[in-house]
């Protein structure tokens, strides 16, 4: 017959950890609690059967395989429930296994019921079961939890791990069982919120008990180990001195001291219609020489009692640790939980989680596109976001290149070779090799795209243009008198301005790396979930690459109309060009034949000016046909690359209404369907199971903060 204990804790620091077990803060927090540990056979089921009240079962082929955690409950209405929380390393499928038992509802527990139970879990564990090796399983991980609340109940929790042992049983456990015992006993007794109860039997050498050195080694200050001595009926008479010294502190000494207890064993009980606790206290009544000790030392009710001073000490001091310990793990869970973005579980949550997103991208749209750099302080970390000075910037070495050698031939001029500048001249006299006219590394998206523009052309830009044009004239002309056919100045406009392609298809397609690289930098920085990013990239790639496709046919457009067209232009300013070659030209010829006048400068008699045309009709024809083609290609060139900087790369790729960056928008989320969302968005099963078990840790241990504050 067994006896409730009654009693072992009391302090308002007690009950504060109480209240931390009972919002189930101790399944993350290390609370003060009891380890029970001994040699196998030492009592220790003895122990924790007077210490809680409940029959643990003896029959040797149900002896502790596992640890057991009983966690008592103050709570309004009585109930006994028994789980099994699976060991970390298990297998999923096992876990999910051993996770589907358990028993709720349970009265009470008698010795039949409770040995039941423990039969359950053993098969539930796999113990006694063969490995894939055909090795029996002796011993597991796992670990029973059995939570007992009811009105008269104090709230501590107990551990009680298997036995350890060194001898091998043939059939029964191995060399292996002794290592996994021994690490399970010292994974609890190193807790160093764990209040060690080391259960030695009277009747053995003390000396040879292992437990002991453990907990010295583990408990080297001794603040939290409690000698525990059993079986002082089976001391041969004559041996009891060396006992009775230990428990008055002479021999073998701890600094929390020695308890002696003697449990009656069932046949005892059931002879007798006593109680396990007045049994006990009969024997330290009458038997010699334990009766001569102090009460506090032995016996069940001053055992508690020493424990709850103990467990009050104890707490007492890991008091601040746990405060800390619960703070770092709630930080922990809570930034985990950040890391996995806002709940997306509903429809409505995915559409505000991208709606954000894409609002947040095109924020940063604007402020690159404005070259508001000083408004966010990615553009500092990330130079691929500066989208606007890369594009300018880009157009700038464009129009360089294609100024500097875009020509074929250099066009002559009174004032020396047309743009013959230090850098041609560079290119000229050192024959250089050919240029490539792109400066950005394909991106792999769009590589099928934009590699066929890297081109590279000739940078040099050859004199004898005029020879050119004879050669040309000759081979075109035809019954023309004194004039030329007008397809000529098509015809060499084409060749000359050959390189405009290569020039103008190396700028757009590296416009276009620019930014698509700028899209997929700037999902990076709006989402950390790489899963919803690779999939919003995904569902933006096609219309993305439409996108492209377009700006390149429009360049390609522009290219036709230059080049393949009739040259054409209502810019007053060709005339003027135009006139302004043939004055210099007819300046140049005359220079020889002015004088000065006093009162009218520089002037030429009419009579030179009338006989000034010394060249032939074809070589008089060519100059003309080459101011013309000069001051047609300086005009043609500024509106092509005006045109393919402001329609292509600008309004198609940058600043448009319907670019790549203006994509992915709160306008394009709303036109998701529901399926897309979740396709797009949604939590897999992995993130969902994750983000309930953060929201359940971050719950418990919140209110366990609110336990732990003042007040």
Known sequence: MSTRPSGMVSSTLLEKIDKLFACGVGEYVALPQLVVVGDQSSGKSSVLEGLTGLPFPRDSTLCTRFATQITFQRCPERGISASIIPADNSAQDYRDKVKEWSKTGLGDLNPTSFAEIM?????????????????????SKDILHLDIAGPNEEQYSV?????????????????????????MV????????????????????????????????????????????????????????????????????????????KNPGHDELERTSKSRNDLEKDFFDTAKPWNQLEDEKVGIDSFRTRLRDILADHIRREFPKVKAELNSKLRSAQEQLHVLGPKRQTHLELNVYMTGIASQFQNMVGLATRSN???????????????????????????????????????????????????????????SKPIATRYQKDHPDIDDMTAEYVMHVDPVVQPGIMMWLHGVYRKSRGFELGTFDTSLLAVTLRHQAQKWEAFAFGYVSDVITLVHNFILRLLEHVTANDRVKNRVKEILLDKLREKYRAALEHAKFLIRVELEGTPATLNKY?????????QERLREQLKDKAYEHVNYGQVVRLEDLVQNHPLSNASHLVREIHDILQSYYELALD??????????????????????????SPNFVAGMSPDQLEEVAGEDPRV????ASLEKIIEQLEGGKKILSPG
């Open 119 to 139: 039969k359950e879990v053993t098969d539930v564990m796999e113990i006694g079961a063969s490995d894939a090796e055909g090795k029996p399983k002796t011993f």
């Open 159 to 183: 551990i009680d791990v298997p036995g350890i042992f060194r001898r091998i049983t043939q059939g029964v456990t191995t060399t292996a069982d002794i290592s996994l015992v021994d690490l």
């Open 186 to 261: 010292k994974g609890y007794m190193s807790n160093p919120r764990s209040v060690i109860l080391a259960v030695v039997p009277s009747n053995v050498d003390v000396a040879t008990q292992e437990i002991l050195q453990r907990a010295e080694d583990l408990d080297p200050d001794g603040i939290r180990t409690l000698g525990v001595l059993t079986k002082p009926d089976l001391v041969d008479k004559g041996a009891e001195a060396p006992i009775v010294d230990m428990v008055q502190g002479k021999k073998h000494i701890l600094q929390l001291g020695w308890h002696l207890l």
């Open 373 to 431: 750099y000083n408004l966010s302080d990615v553009f500092d970390h990330d130079n691929c976001l500066r989208l606007a000075t890369l594009a300018v910037s880009r157009g700038e070495t464009f129009a360089n290149d294609i100024v500097s050698s875009g020509h074929v031939y250099q066009f002559e001029s009174v004032q020396g070779p047309k743009y013959s500048n230090a850098h041609e001249s560079k290119r000229i006299d050192s024959k």
């Open 574 to 582: 060709f005339n003027d060009a135009l006139e302004k070659c043939r």
């Open 639 to 664: 509106r092509f690359v005006d045109n393919v900087r402001m329609q292509v790369c600008d309004y198609f790729l940058i600043t448009g209404s319907d670019t790549p960056i203006a994509l992915f």
């Open 688 to 691: 969902k199971t994750k983000r």
